[in-house]
């Protein structure tokens, strides 16, 4: 192996992928944002009118679906069967829909299968809802990054603005809350909390500050 497997899992707007492409870049490790995969399938089946709840149409659309994480200027791009669908994929109506097709079996066993092929040499941070409690359990560190939804809400409002998008505060909160409950209450893979993850609250926490703990916990495991 080239070095760790870290897990950092925790609901909607945590802060998990900035946080994860920081430490990445420090550790010169690579960034593996599980939830981008699961959104470049939800893309995909949106516009191949694939139902959230046709298994079989699912199972098919994976199988015919290529998803590739690739680095370009520090950035991590999404494509799908080639095309760069980084920006595509983070509307909130891939968002919702994202959710609902997290759930099925199909598409869950299909990208653990992909992650875990992708992650298994070392020197990887993976991101996502069930990174240290099912597709990594052995990950040599795992972190449980979570914060008041109001202030998850907020800070995706703030994101979603940014990027021009027509949103209310109250419906991204509402939104945010509503896919944690999907991803907590789901049968497969549902978000929890690893036994042996360190909890991490970033409510009033920085970036920085985040950041901090969590590299001096690595450097004590190398
Ligand atoms: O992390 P992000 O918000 O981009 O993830 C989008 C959605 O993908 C989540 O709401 C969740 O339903 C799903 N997801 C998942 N398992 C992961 C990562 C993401 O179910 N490991």
Same mark, same amino acid.
């Given at each position: 192996?080239?070095?760790?497997?870290?897990?950092i899992d925790?609901?909607?707007?945590?802060?998990?992928?900035?946080?994860t492409?920081?430490?990445?870049?420090?550790?010169?490790?690579?960034?593996?944002?599980?939830?981008?995969?699961?959104? *470049?399938?939800?893309l995909?089946?949106?516009?191949?009118?694939? /139902?959230?709840?046709?298994d =079989?149409?699912?199972? +098919? #659309?994976?199988r015919?679906t290529?998803?590739?994480?690739?680095r370009?200027?520090?950035?991590c791009?999404?494509?799908?069967?080639?095309?760069?669908?980084?920006?595509a994929?983070?509307?909130?109506?891939?968002?919702?829909?994202?959710?609902?097709i997290?759930a099925?079996?199909p598409v869950?066993?299909?990208?653990?299968?992909?992650?875990?092929r992708?992650?298994?040499?070392?020197?990887?941070?993976?991101?996502g809802?069930?990174?240290?409690?099912?597709?990594?359990p052995? *990950?040599?560190?795992?972190?449980f990054?979570?914060?008041s939804? /109001?202030e998850?809400?907020? =800070?995706?409002?703030? +994101? #979603?603005?940014?990027?021009?998008?027509q949103?209310?505060?109250?419906?991204?909160?509402?939104?945010v809350?509503s896919?944690?409950?999907?991803d907590?209450?789901r049968?497969?893979a549902?978000?929890?909390c690893?036994?042996?993850?360190?909890?991490?609250?970033?409510?009033?926490?920085?970036?920085?500050?985040v950041l901090e703990?969590?590299?001096k916990?690595?450097?004590e495991?190398v």
């Amino acid at each position: 192996k080239n070095g760790l497997i870290i897990a950092i899992d925790g609901p909607s707007g945590a802060g998990k992928s900035t946080i994860t492409k920081l430490l990445a870049e420090r550790l010169g490790y690579i960034h593996i944002d599980t939830g981008a995969m699961f959104r *470049a399938i939800a893309l995909s089946a949106s516009r191949n009118g694939v /139902e959230a709840d046709d298994d =079989r149409g699912l199972e +098919e #659309l994976c199988r015919s679906t290529d998803v590739v994480l690739k680095r370009s200027n520090g950035c991590c791009m999404v494509l799908l069967n080639g095309e760069d669908v980084s920006h595509a994929i983070r509307t909130p109506e891939i968002s919702a829909l994202t959710s609902k097709i997290s759930a099925r079996k199909p598409v869950r066993e299909s990208l653990l299968k992909l992650q875990r092929r992708m992650g298994e040499q070392g020197g990887v941070i993976l991101e996502g809802r069930d990174i240290g409690t099912v597709v990594f359990p052995d *990950a040599e560190v795992k972190f449980f990054l979570s914060a008041s939804a /109001e202030e998850r809400g907020r =800070r995706r409002y703030l +994101e #979603l603005v940014a990027k021009g998008e027509q949103v209310t505060l109250e419906q991204t909160i509402a939104a945010v809350i509503s896919r944690d409950e999907n991803d907590e209450k789901r049968e497969h893979a549902p978000l929890r909390c690893a036994n042996d993850a360190v909890i991490i609250d970033s409510t009033r926490l920085s970036i920085e500050e985040v950041l901090e703990s969590m590299e001096k916990k690595v450097r004590e495991r190398v």
